[in-house]
Protein backbone atom coordinates (compact mmCIF):
# COMPACT_ATOMS: atom_id res chain seq x y z
CA UNK A 1 0.00 0.00 0.00
CA UNK A 2 3.01 2.18 0.69
CA UNK A 3 4.19 1.98 -2.78
CA UNK A 4 0.77 2.72 -4.01
CA UNK A 5 0.27 5.87 -2.02
CA UNK A 6 3.66 7.35 -2.74
CA UNK A 7 3.62 6.77 -5.70
CA UNK A 8 -0.27 8.19 -6.35
CA UNK A 9 1.59 11.47 -4.89
CA UNK A 10 4.57 11.60 -7.42
CA UNK A 11 2.07 11.23 -10.34
CA UNK A 12 -0.43 13.87 -9.31
CA UNK A 13 1.80 16.38 -7.88
CA UNK A 14 3.57 16.11 -11.54
CA UNK A 15 0.39 16.85 -13.35
CA UNK A 16 -0.12 19.90 -11.03
CA UNK A 17 -1.90 18.39 -8.46
CA UNK A 18 -5.00 16.90 -9.75
CA UNK A 19 -5.21 14.05 -12.86
CA UNK A 20 -8.56 12.46 -14.52
CA UNK A 21 -10.20 9.73 -12.46
CA UNK A 22 -10.04 7.10 -15.40
CA UNK A 23 -6.40 7.96 -15.27
CA UNK A 24 -6.05 7.47 -11.36
CA UNK A 25 -7.66 4.15 -11.77
CA UNK A 26 -5.48 2.71 -14.14
CA UNK A 27 -2.51 4.20 -11.95
CA UNK A 28 -4.06 2.21 -9.13
CA UNK A 29 -4.43 -0.81 -11.09
CA UNK A 30 -0.67 -0.51 -12.20
CA UNK A 31 0.40 -0.06 -8.96
CA UNK A 32 -1.30 -2.63 -6.73
CA UNK A 33 0.36 -4.95 -4.96
CA UNK A 34 -2.61 -8.15 -6.08
CA UNK A 35 -4.25 -9.08 -9.11
CA UNK A 36 -6.95 -9.84 -6.75
CA UNK A 37 -7.04 -6.36 -5.32
CA UNK A 38 -10.46 -3.95 -6.97
CA UNK A 39 -9.95 -0.79 -8.21
CA UNK A 40 -12.93 0.84 -6.00
CA UNK A 41 -11.67 -1.68 -2.77
CA UNK A 42 -7.88 0.44 -3.24
CA UNK A 43 -9.87 3.37 -3.86
CA UNK A 44 -11.41 3.78 -0.55
CA UNK A 45 -8.49 2.33 1.22
CA UNK A 46 -5.98 5.10 0.02
CA UNK A 47 -8.67 7.79 1.15
CA UNK A 48 -9.00 6.01 4.29
CA UNK A 49 -5.21 5.91 4.51
CA UNK A 50 -5.39 10.21 5.74
CA UNK A 51 -4.14 10.97 1.87
CA UNK A 52 -5.66 14.04 1.57
CA UNK A 53 -7.49 13.56 -1.92
CA UNK A 54 -10.62 14.90 -3.31
CA UNK A 55 -12.63 13.72 -6.34
CA UNK A 56 -14.49 16.33 -7.65
CA UNK A 57 -16.34 14.88 -10.51
CA UNK A 58 -14.24 13.33 -12.89
CA UNK A 59 -11.10 14.90 -11.29
CA UNK A 60 -8.62 13.85 -8.42
CA UNK A 61 -7.23 16.19 -6.62
CA UNK A 62 -4.35 16.40 -4.16
CA UNK A 63 -5.38 19.10 -1.75
CA UNK A 64 -2.25 19.92 -0.40
CA UNK A 65 -1.34 21.31 -3.80
CA UNK A 66 -3.52 23.90 -3.60
CA UNK A 67 -4.78 24.59 0.20
CA UNK A 68 -2.15 27.29 1.28
CA UNK A 69 -0.11 26.49 4.14
CA UNK A 70 -1.64 29.09 5.94
CA UNK A 71 -5.08 27.81 5.97
CA UNK A 72 -3.30 24.51 6.21
CA UNK A 73 -4.48 22.20 9.56
CA UNK A 74 -1.35 20.93 11.03
CA UNK A 75 -1.20 17.91 13.84
CA UNK A 76 1.83 18.34 15.23
CA UNK A 77 2.17 14.34 16.94
CA UNK A 78 4.86 12.91 19.61
CA UNK A 79 4.95 9.35 20.85
CA UNK A 80 6.77 7.47 23.45
CA UNK A 81 7.22 3.62 23.39
CA UNK A 82 8.67 1.08 25.16
CA UNK A 83 11.58 0.45 22.48
CA UNK A 84 12.87 2.19 19.57
CA UNK A 85 11.75 -0.86 16.50
CA UNK A 86 8.54 -1.25 15.26
CA UNK A 87 8.38 -4.94 15.09
CA UNK A 88 9.50 -5.41 18.92
CA UNK A 89 7.78 -2.64 20.70
CA UNK A 90 4.80 -0.78 21.18
CA UNK A 91 3.16 3.00 21.65
CA UNK A 92 2.98 3.82 25.53
CA UNK A 93 1.81 7.42 24.68
CA UNK A 94 0.29 9.95 21.75
CA UNK A 95 0.08 13.61 22.56
CA UNK A 96 -0.91 15.25 19.64
CA UNK A 97 -2.19 19.37 18.73
CA UNK A 98 -4.28 20.24 16.06
CA UNK A 99 -3.00 24.20 15.06
CA UNK A 100 -4.14 26.40 12.22
CA UNK A 101 -3.00 29.57 11.45
CA UNK A 102 -1.59 30.06 14.83
CA UNK A 103 -4.19 28.82 17.05
CA UNK A 104 -4.58 25.38 18.62
CA UNK A 105 -7.84 24.07 17.43
CA UNK A 106 -7.72 20.50 19.21
CA UNK A 107 -5.98 17.73 20.88
CA UNK A 108 -5.38 14.53 21.88
CA UNK A 109 -3.70 13.08 24.62
CA UNK A 110 -3.65 8.90 25.71
CA UNK A 111 -1.56 6.60 27.31
CA UNK A 112 -1.94 2.90 26.16
CA UNK A 113 -1.52 -0.15 27.93
CA UNK A 114 1.62 -2.13 27.98
CA UNK A 115 2.31 -5.42 29.55
CA UNK A 116 6.26 -3.97 29.47
CA UNK A 117 7.94 -1.40 30.50
CA UNK A 118 11.63 -1.10 30.81
CA UNK A 119 13.42 0.62 33.68
CA UNK A 120 15.41 2.95 30.46
CA UNK A 121 12.41 3.84 29.49
CA UNK A 122 10.71 5.04 32.58
CA UNK A 123 14.29 6.85 33.91
CA UNK A 124 13.92 8.54 30.28
CA UNK A 125 9.90 9.46 30.34
CA UNK A 126 9.06 9.17 33.59
CA UNK A 127 6.36 7.05 32.75
CA UNK A 128 5.66 4.39 35.31
CA UNK A 129 3.83 1.28 34.94
CA UNK A 130 1.14 2.71 37.64
CA UNK A 131 0.50 5.43 34.94
CA UNK A 132 -0.63 2.75 32.17
CA UNK A 133 -2.76 0.68 34.35
CA UNK A 134 -6.77 1.10 33.02
CA UNK A 135 -5.00 2.96 29.88
CA UNK A 136 -7.10 1.83 27.01
CA UNK A 137 -5.16 -1.17 24.81
CA UNK A 138 -3.89 -0.09 21.84
CA UNK A 139 -6.72 -1.28 19.34
CA UNK A 140 -9.48 0.47 21.28
CA UNK A 141 -6.92 4.01 21.43
CA UNK A 142 -5.31 3.65 17.91
CA UNK A 143 -8.83 4.25 16.07
CA UNK A 144 -9.69 7.10 18.17
CA UNK A 145 -6.49 8.76 17.00
CA UNK A 146 -6.92 8.18 13.45
CA UNK A 147 -10.24 9.88 13.61
CA UNK A 148 -8.75 13.06 15.74
CA UNK A 149 -5.97 12.77 12.83
CA UNK A 150 -8.34 12.84 9.74
CA UNK A 151 -6.25 13.88 6.86
CA UNK A 152 -4.63 17.00 8.25
CA UNK A 153 -1.02 17.35 7.88
CA UNK A 154 1.36 15.03 9.78
CA UNK A 155 4.14 17.05 11.84
CA UNK A 156 6.89 15.83 14.03
CA UNK A 157 10.30 16.33 15.35
CA UNK A 158 12.47 13.63 13.75
CA UNK A 159 8.90 12.94 11.64
CA UNK A 160 10.19 9.78 9.95
CA UNK A 161 10.16 8.15 13.58
CA UNK A 162 6.70 9.15 14.62
CA UNK A 163 4.94 8.29 11.29
CA UNK A 164 6.12 5.20 10.43
CA UNK A 165 6.04 3.71 14.26
CA UNK A 166 2.15 4.39 14.44
CA UNK A 167 1.79 3.68 10.50
CA UNK A 168 3.37 0.04 11.59
CA UNK A 169 1.04 0.26 14.57
CA UNK A 170 -2.46 1.43 12.30
CA UNK A 171 -1.33 -2.02 10.10
CA UNK A 172 -0.97 -4.20 13.18
CA UNK A 173 -4.29 -3.58 14.21
CA UNK A 174 -6.36 -3.31 10.63
CA UNK A 175 -6.54 0.27 10.61
CA UNK A 176 -4.28 0.69 6.96
CA UNK A 177 -1.19 2.51 6.06
CA UNK A 178 -0.48 5.72 7.31
CA UNK A 179 -0.87 8.31 4.03
CA UNK A 180 -1.27 11.31 5.51
CA UNK A 181 1.16 14.37 3.99
CA UNK A 182 3.84 14.92 6.40
CA UNK A 183 6.05 17.83 7.84
CA UNK A 184 9.81 17.68 9.61
CA UNK A 185 10.23 20.03 12.52
CA UNK A 186 13.97 19.40 12.19
CA UNK A 187 14.31 20.00 8.52
CA UNK A 188 11.54 23.13 8.59
CA UNK A 189 14.03 24.57 11.79
CA UNK A 190 17.30 24.26 10.09
CA UNK A 191 16.23 25.80 7.06
CA UNK A 192 14.72 28.70 9.15
CA UNK A 193 16.25 29.00 12.16
CA UNK A 194 19.95 29.96 13.30
CA UNK A 195 20.87 26.97 15.96
CA UNK A 196 23.84 25.13 17.53
CA UNK A 197 21.79 22.51 17.48
CA UNK A 198 18.78 21.84 16.33
CA UNK A 199 17.35 18.56 19.08
CA UNK A 200 13.96 19.57 20.30
CA UNK A 201 15.48 19.93 23.89
CA UNK A 202 18.34 22.19 22.53
CA UNK A 203 15.44 24.40 20.80
CA UNK A 204 13.36 24.18 23.75
CA UNK A 205 15.76 26.51 25.84
CA UNK A 206 17.53 28.58 22.70
CA UNK A 207 14.08 29.99 21.41
CA UNK A 208 12.81 30.42 24.91
CA UNK A 209 9.89 27.70 24.18
CA UNK A 210 10.83 26.72 27.76
CA UNK A 211 8.28 23.99 27.85
CA UNK A 212 9.21 22.19 31.89
CA UNK A 213 8.65 18.74 30.76
CA UNK A 214 10.76 16.59 28.38
CA UNK A 215 10.37 13.09 27.00
CA UNK A 216 6.32 13.32 27.48
CA UNK A 217 4.51 12.97 24.82
CA UNK A 218 1.46 15.83 24.76
CA UNK A 219 4.50 18.64 26.33
CA UNK A 220 7.13 17.43 23.36
CA UNK A 221 3.75 18.17 20.99
CA UNK A 222 3.37 21.49 22.77
CA UNK A 223 7.07 22.04 22.10
CA UNK A 224 7.32 20.79 18.38
CA UNK A 225 4.00 22.95 18.10
CA UNK A 226 6.08 26.36 19.20
CA UNK A 227 9.03 25.32 17.00
CA UNK A 228 6.65 24.72 13.93
CA UNK A 229 4.88 28.00 14.37
CA UNK A 230 8.72 30.43 14.25
CA UNK A 231 9.83 28.57 11.49
CA UNK A 232 6.61 29.18 9.50
CA UNK A 233 7.13 33.17 10.58
CA UNK A 234 10.86 32.67 8.56
CA UNK A 235 9.38 31.11 5.04
CA UNK A 236 9.88 33.17 2.46
CA UNK A 237 6.53 34.84 0.93
CA UNK A 238 7.27 32.97 -2.41
CA UNK A 239 5.77 29.59 -0.47
CA UNK A 240 2.85 29.34 -0.90
CA UNK A 241 0.82 26.18 -0.48
CA UNK A 242 1.31 23.22 1.62
CA UNK A 243 3.10 21.16 -1.02
CA UNK A 244 5.26 24.28 -1.36
CA UNK A 245 6.00 24.16 2.72
CA UNK A 246 6.53 20.64 1.91
CA UNK A 247 9.37 20.77 -0.77
CA UNK A 248 10.72 23.40 1.21
CA UNK A 249 11.94 21.31 3.77
CA UNK A 250 13.39 18.99 1.62
CA UNK A 251 15.62 21.61 -0.11
CA UNK A 252 18.86 21.40 0.32
CA UNK A 253 19.48 23.93 3.03
CA UNK A 254 21.66 26.29 2.05
CA UNK A 255 19.50 26.91 -1.11
CA UNK A 256 16.27 26.93 1.49
CA UNK A 257 18.24 29.60 3.52
CA UNK A 258 19.04 31.74 0.58
CA UNK A 259 15.38 32.02 -0.61
CA UNK A 260 13.70 33.12 2.88
CA UNK A 261 16.75 35.21 2.91
CA UNK A 262 15.27 36.67 -0.74
CA UNK A 263 12.03 36.88 0.54
Known amino acids: MRPLIDNIVSVIKKRGGKMELEE ?22 VIASGLPIDIEGEEVILKTCFCPWREETFCVVDIETNGSVPNRSQIIEIGAIKWRNGEIIDRFESFAACSYLPYQ ?29 GDAL ?4 NVSFDYNFISHSFERFGLGVLGNRR ?13 ERYGLGHLNIALDINTLVHHRAFADAITATKVLEIGLKNVPETIVTTEELIDFTKMPVKK ?6 SG
Open 183 to 195: LCTIELARRTIEA
Open 24 to 45: FRKLILKTRDSLFESVDTLMEL
Open 256 to 261: AKLLAR
Open 121 to 149: ISEITGINPEDLEGAPPLEKMLPRFKTFL
Open 154 to 157: FVAH
